[in-house]
């Protein structure tokens, strides 16, 4: 990564502004997953060993559309953050204009805030470079380490670069670190997987990672449009027609590197009870039912495949993990890649619900990096340059 880090510049005495992504899961005003702010501290903690003159935090939560809206309040993060860091962390009611300037002016010496969700301003999706100016107003150095959000090119992402000296914090470097040499530098066999609903989402990453995998291994909903664009009836499947061609094409230029499921799990209802059975993945689904996982011969397939491999991508659960009776090949498979870095294979995580999958089943600890940032991820599988990242200053 050839952009300055938070090692690259002096920040004592300085107001240090850091983009971080608290962009947490809420049940009302109780975090449900912290993982994004465990994330940040070794970065914040690193700052504040240097001496600041103060640590301002700011990031989105949610999506208010430009709207204050308590429901995507940060106020919930201050206390879980202030226990990690420990030290008292301020919150400031707004992240522009009086108010946040007050709040930073208050601040003791070294002292730390919180201000509040930038997308509450419309002015923060559209990059709009006056709000931009006021954000870099608060701070001398501005430090992005928000990944989940560095492929936006937002006011407090990329805008905030331009009116102040702009480096990596530790997170963003290790994620960038991780995913770009995972690609191109892979210790082979290089097997990835991919899942999740849609293929449509995902058609330039299997088209960048077909060029450098040595296998493919493709389950969850987007499989169901491969399944069709082969001839088989998917029933009431989640399915993408007008992605049909794009399936066809891509498992043409595959050949034999991309595997789809040899069995999958059918259901008689989109529901954790309803009636379900295994069928081999080329017969035809029953009318009313719909494919909900992968089965368990596609699973020994996949492990298979991936015995012998020494680096693994995946993104996207193999099917609807979120039903305990449908998360049976998701969980088989995380359980397998943690098996894997026993070994000394190198895993990574691509983020958004293959985290979750990887949390849910307790081996996080397992992997050797999981992304927080499942669009970012992503992006750089894509090949794509994310603007967060190259708004940063570079290395000499």
């Not at 709207?67 to 206390?79: A, G, M, Y």
């Not at 294979?345 to 990887?358: E, F, K, M, Q, Y």
Request: charged residues 25%; hydrophobic residues 45%; glycine residues 10%.
């Amino acid at each position: 990564m050839n952009k300055k880090t938070i090692r690259d510049i002096d920040l004592s005495g300085k107001r240090v502004l850091v983009r971080v992504d608290f962009n947490v899961p809420l049940d009302g005003e109780t975090i449900t997953d912290d993982t994004r702010i465990r994330a940040a501290i070794p970065t914040l903690k690193y700052i504040l060993e240097q001496k600041p003159k103060a640590l301002i935090l700011m990031s989105h939560l949610g999506r208010p559309k430009g709207q204050r809206s308590e429901k995507d309040s940060l106020r919930p993060v201050v206390p879980v953050l202030s226990e990690y860091l420990g030290v008292p962390v301020a919150f400031a009611e707004d992240c522009v204009g009086p108010v946040a300037e007050q709040a930073v002016g208050a601040l003791p010496e070294g002292g730390v805030l919180l201000l509040e969700n930038t997308r509450f301003h419309a002015e923060e999706t559209k990059n709009d470079p006056e709000f931009a100016k006021q954000l870099a107003a608060l701070g001398d150095v501005y430090v992005n380490d928000a990944f989940g959000s560095s492929h936006r090119a937002h006011a407090s992402t990329t805008g905030v670069a331009e009116y102040l000296p702009a480096v990596a914090g530790f997170l963003l470097e290790r994620e960038i670190n991780f995913l770009v040499n995972a690609i191109e530098n892979p210790e082979r066999p290089f097997v990835a997987i991919l899942g999740g609903a849609k293929v449509s989402d995902k058609i330039e990453v299997i088209q960048t990672l077909l060029t450098k995998v040595d296998k493919l291994l493709i389950g969850g909903g987007m499989a169901n449009t491969f399944f069709k664009a082969r001839g088989t009836d998917v029933g009431d499947s989640l399915v993408e027609d007008n992605a049909l061609d794009v399936a066809r094409n891509l498992m043409a230029a595959a050949g034999n590197k991309l595997i789809l499921p040899r069995e999958v799990v059918i259901a008689d209802a989109f529901d954790n009870d309803a009636k379900t059975m295994s069928i081999p993945s080329d017969e035809n689904v029953p009318a009313g039912w719909r494919i909900l996982d992968i089965g368990s011969s596609a699973v020994s397939a996949f492990q298979k495949e991936l015995e012998n491999a020494r680096t693994v991508v995946w993104n996207g659960p193999m099917g609807v993990f979120e039903m305990p009776n449908f998360a049976r090949g998701t969980l088989q498979l995380a359980h397998t890649l943690a098996e894997l870095t026993e070994k000394g294979a190198t895993t990574i995580i691509g983020g958004g619900d293959s985290a979750a999958a990887v949390t849910q089943a307790g081996l996080a600890d397992k992997m050797t990096h999981i992304s927080t940032g499942g669009g970012a991820s992503l992006e750089l599988l894509e090949g794509r340059q994310l603007p967060g990242l190259a708004a940063l200053d570079d290395k000499e």
